[in-house]
């Protein structure tokens, strides 16, 4: 069971290309976004489209395939466990963020 703890698998479709940065040490960290999509009919039976967006890391190897095979559109299934961080902007403001720490990928469609 402890393996459940934190495990996220998401199937979706990439939004933007991958950012792709090599750190000093050598190692590279791969950024982007995948929407998730599900349907659902409404109390007035209207079919409603339901998009969330997941923001994807994913460092080492899994980062050089991101960087090498990965663009907007492509469908991908993605497991992993969810993070959550904060940073300061510029301004001084404190902003919190959720990611999914890519541990597997795997890439689907054409």
């Known amino acids: 069971m402890n393996a459940l703890k934190n495990k996220v698998q998401l199937i979706g479709n990439l939004g933007q290309d991958p950012e792709v940065v090599t750190l000093e040490n050598g190692s590279k960290l791969a950024k982007f976004s995948i929407a998730t999509s599900d349907s659902y009919k409404n109390a007035q039976g209207e079919k409603v489209e339901d998009t969330q967006w997941h923001n ?12 090498n095979y990965l663009n907007k559109g492509k469908q991908v299934a993605i497991e992993g466990k969810l993070t959550h961080r904060s940073y300061e902007t510029k301004e001084g403001e404190k902003r919190y963020i959720t990611e999914v720490r890519c541990n597997e990928l795997l890439m689907l469609g054409k």
Do not use: P, R
């Open 56 to 67: 994807i890391v994913a460092w080492g190897k899994i980062a050089d395939i991101v960087e």
